[in-house]
């Protein structure tokens, strides 16, 4: 697999660091914080896929604006993973993930990441929720490549949005 997890980490941390250094939240808990908005999120992800309106006939959304709001869930997913002291962890195998997605209905995978966000983990409870993330992505007809790539750009984005004063 060639997505870097470790770049993935680091470049979060920088941005999580420089956010609490400029907002001077140096001595505050942001814990559910970055739980909520990654529910938030997450929300705003399943409502681009559209896939719990079974009373619409309206479409998903672009394929490229249900990865923006994907990639804005990897960030607090990565926050989350920092917070309990990750910087790399092993990564599942991207076909065995998209074998075991098939078999998981999109809207039991959302509700499944609301239970795992709106709790605090344990440490070795990150990578099944971590797993299950990225498995949304494999499920969503992304690649981990197109992921990471997409990450790239919004922390660019993010860290834009800090200089403007966002």
Known sequence: MNVKI?????????????????????????SDQRRLAFLVELGELANETRCFKYWSKRPASEKEVILEEYVDGLHF?????????????????????????DKIELNHLFLSLYQWGSKSLPNQEFYLFLNEFLGLGVKLGFSFQEIEAAYFEKNAVNHERQDSGY
């Open 6 to 30: 470790e770049k993935l980490f680091s470049m979060q941390n920088e941005l999580n660091t420089r956010i609490v250094k400029e907002h001077n939240l140096e001595n505050v808990s942001l």
């Open 77 to 101: 997913v990565l926050s989350i993973g920092l917070e309990l002291d990750f910087t790399e962890i092993e990564l599942p195998n991207e076909v065995e993930l998209t074998e075991k997605m």
